[in-house]
């Protein structure tokens, strides 16, 4: 099973102690709340996890990757994938946009070219497909961005704040594919500073209060299953 | 206009039309020449603007405002330079380049490398930092993360270019002094334009100026035409 473990991690900017942690293990098959204030550094966590940026100290490993190429040997950046924010697009098409990545991945071509199709369905974007990227607005951009790591089906996923620029319609959309992506067996981080309705997925929590980070299960654990299995009418429902 | 204008005009449109050999062979030299120079420097300027925009190291500052400085130094000043080195009693003087097409290629290969790391750099530092990540992030690797980078650049990277080129094509101190003004071999345009404005020919003068008009409306056109398709970005 593939995971992210990262050991006696402590980020510091200057003088400024942002947060440290004895061990995180960030596998497969679980989905993570990551909680915590504005400015507690959910978005440097994740970013290291990401191997976006390095710790002040500490190490971040990658575990149950096969063995890449010897020019990319140690690097942690590409086993899981980061979503900002505020995604960010490459100027060209959605099209561009949403196929980007398939010339990277080592999946059949074949199966990728059927992924694309489906991923554009379930955003609801091919009624947008020739256009340029940059006319988008938030919720599409959000949409787009999350479709376009649904097709590559990554085994690690972190989602900075998703739901911060979406309408419910959006909100839906983003729902069913990170449930979808759950149920193929993608180990998630969602980022989230108050309970919304894609946190109801999650299975675990990582707090980071008075510069620390604490994890533990979740209460509603059975919740994710219920999502996974879910039918529109209920996603639906949660979304009123 | 007046009949003398019209008539230098139209003698000047004459030598390009009827591919008059003396001033295609100008323009072929102006064009030769700046074009090895910048396809030799571009490269590793870009590369050096890439460093000097994303990395730290102690002296960054310093070769920073060097090359910023270059940029603004007198293409005589730099004629004058490469012509000490290539002098017989210089250091590169073995090489025998002087009043040869390869020493006007260096002399120019100086004058636009300054210009192309610092418009480069400037440009490498407005980048969005989202790109090289999303790009890294999805799986690319570094060097297909650089090439997202630059493509998402592509605007001020191609005015980069345009910019230096024009600048080594319309210099005239350097090539004057590096290259001799030899007919067919180190003429150029520049230097051609101010040895027949000098001896009274304004036909050849005017048609050669007319090349370099024509190249800077195409260039700026073709380069305004991409500007206007770039979006700004709303986040």
């Known amino acids: 099973m593939a995971k992210i473990i990262a050991q006696d991690l402590e980020m510091r900017f200057d003088d400024k102690h942002l947060f440290s942690a004895q061990e995180l293990i960030f596998p497969q098959k679980q989905v993570i709340h990551l909680q915590g ?24 490993q990658a575990v149950g990757y096969s063995l890449a190429p010897w020019w990319r040997s140690n690097a942690i950046v590409g086993k899981a994938l980061y979503l900002h924010q505020h995604p960010y697009l490459f100027d060209g098409s959605v099209l561009y946009n949403l196929t980007y990545p398939l010339a990277f991945s080592s999946e059949d071509k074949a199966k990728l070219s059927a992924r694309t199709e489906q991923a554009i369905e379930m955003a609801q974007l091919s009624h947008l497909l020739g256009q340029s990227a940059s006319s988008l607005s938030g919720g599409e951009r959000q949409r787009l961005a999350i479709a376009r790591a649904w097709i590559v089906e990554p085994k690690l ?82 979304v009123k | 206009m007046n009949e003398g204008w019209l008539a230098l005009t139209q003698q000047a449109l004459s030598l390009l039309f009827s591919l008059d050999p003396e001033v295609w062979s100008i323009i072929s030299v102006s064009f030769s020449v700046s074009l090895a120079a910048l396809v030799i420097t571009l490269l590793p300027s870009m590369v050096l ?11 960054r500052w310093l070769v920073t405002n060097l090359i910023q400085t270059l940029q603004s130094i007198p293409t005589v000043v730099i004629g004058l330079l490469v012509y000490l080195l290539l002098t017989r009693m210089g250091p590169l003087g073995d090489l025998k380049w002087l009043f040869t097409q390869q020493g006007m290629i260096l002399g120019q290969m100086m004058i636009c490398a300054p210009v192309i790391v610092a ?52 210099e005239v101190g350097c090539s004057m002094m590096v290259g001799g003004n030899i007919a067919g071999v180190t003429r150029n345009i520049p230097t051609a334009i ?3 404005t000098s001896k009274g020919d304004f036909a050849q003068a005017i048609a050669l100026g007319l090349v370099l008009l024509v190249l800077a409306l195409v260039l700026n056109f073709a380069l305004g035409s991409l500007r206007g398709k770039a979006e700004p970005r709303s986040h």
């Open chain 1, 37 to 60: 204030d504005n400015g507690s550094g959910k978005t440097t966590l994740m970013k290291l996890l990401a191997g976006l940026i390095k710790p002040s100290h500490g190490q971040v």
């Open chain 2, 119 to 170: 418009m480069s750099q400037a440009a490498f530092t407005s980048v969005d930092r989202r790109a090289w990540e999303t790009s890294r992030t999805l799986g690319a690797p570094w060097y297909s993360a650089i090439w997202a980078v630059c493509r998402e650049l592509k605007v001020p990277l191609l005015l980069t270019i345009i910019a230096a080129f024009s600048r080594i094509l319309t």
């Open chain 1, 157 to 238: 996923l972190m989602l900075d704040e998703p739901t911060s620029n979406m309408d419910k319609h959006s909100q839906r959309l983003v729902l069913q594919m990170v449930s979808d992506l759950k149920q193929q067996g993608t180990g998630m981080i969602i980022s989230s500073h108050q309970s919304c309705m894609l946190t109801q997925i999650c299975d675990h929590a990582w707090l980071i209060d008075n510069n620390k980070i604490s994890t533990n299960d979740m209460v509603h654990a059975a919740a994710p299953t219920l999502a996974v299995h879910i039918n529109p009418n209920m996603l639906n429902s949660m």
């Open chain 2, 194 to 196: 101010a040895l027949e």
């Open chain 2, 49 to 59: 603007g890439f460093i000097l925009a994303f990395s730290r190291f102690r002296g």
